[in-house]
């Protein structure tokens, strides 16, 4: 049953609350992680970067794509980060014609992935066959670099490939990519400090 129309941002806000309490961290054997650790698993793993000069890339579709531009242009000024956003629409649909969509991500990160270097991948289902396989290719590449954000179902592939995977427990793609955005949030501000 709708609630009523008053009630519906209380409802709301308390949904998004809820989803971002019980937001669950793991680690790449899907062993359980407290925020605090999160969230500094990450950050030293920037701040190794930034040191050794490498780069971290950031990927995703639709809204998650915007989150992925947003967080690699705060990484590279405020991080003092060489940040990247894989989302140029020439080198996207040069690679998804030349090669198809599914791969388009991977066949770029082929290209400019190094060993040492981080992804970001974004993806509110977790199963995008573009961001999965993207980030499989990061995870042979440099496996305690890779880093996941997901939703909707709590069993998800891509949920499964990252040194620290964050999963949102909503199927609402506003609260889900609200709730990425906070934690980047927080990831960038933390740096910053740093």
């Given amino acids: 049953m709708k609630p009523p129309e008053s009630s519906y941002p209380l409802e709301y ?3 998004y609350f809820q989803s971002i309490q019980e937001t669950e961290f793991t680690d790449l054997t899907g062993k359980r992680l407290d925020e605090p650790d999160w ?6 793993s ?7 000069k490498k ?6 579709n639709g809204a998650s794509a915007s989150i992925a531009s947003h967080y690699a242009s705060d990484m590279t000024k405020n991080g003092n980060l060489k940040a990247h956003s894989l989302h140029d629409g020439a080198l ?8 198809s ?7 770029i990160l082929t290209r400019y992935f190094e060993n040492g270097d981080a992804l970001f991948a974004i993806s509110s289902s977790g199963k995008s066959e573009n961001i999965v396989r993207a980030t499989e290719l990061a995870k042979q590449r440099s496996p305690e670099n890779v880093f996941t954000l997901t939703g909707f179902e709590m069993v998800n592939p891509l949920r499964t490939l990252g040194a620290c995977n964050l999963w949102v427990p909503s199927l609402n793609y506003g609260t889900v990519e609200s709730a990425h ?11 910053c400090e740093n």
């Fill in 92 to 99: 996207m649909t040069c690679f998804a014609n030349d090669y």
């Fill in 101 to 107: 969509y599914a791969t388009a991500f991977e066949q």
């Fill in 13 to 15: 806000r308390r949904r």
């Fill in 55 to 60: 780069s971290v890339y950031f990927i995703g």
């Fill in 181 to 191: 955005s906070y934690y980047l949030h927080m990831v960038v501000d933390r740096l």
């Fill in 39 to 44: 969230l500094s698993s990450i950050v030293d």
């Fill in 46 to 52: 920037l701040i190794a970067i930034r040191s050794s």
